[in-house]
């Protein structure tokens, strides 16, 4: 991951279904390699759920879960 020095849980992610774009912004805390990696299992979470047509309740709820 770059940059190597200050990887962090910050994520986000970006997508368009004809008329529609859909964005998603993820803040893991902290500052290190185990926040980059929650926030980027929350991302693709939330990918999967938006591919399976889940509405945006369902996609929080998901991307959320412990």
């Known amino acids: 991951m770059e940059p190597v020095h200050r990887v962090s ?3 986000f992610d970006h997508a368009m279904a004809g008329p529609v774009v859909h964005l998603s912004i993820f803040d893991a805390t902290g500052h290190d390699t185990a926040a980059g990696l929650t926030a980027n299992l929350a991302m693709a979470t939330c990918r999967n759920s938006r591919r399976q047509d889940a509405d ?11």
């Open 9 to 11: 849980g910050d994520a």
């Open 56 to 66: 945006l309740v369902e996609i929080t709820e998901r991307s959320s879960r412990p």
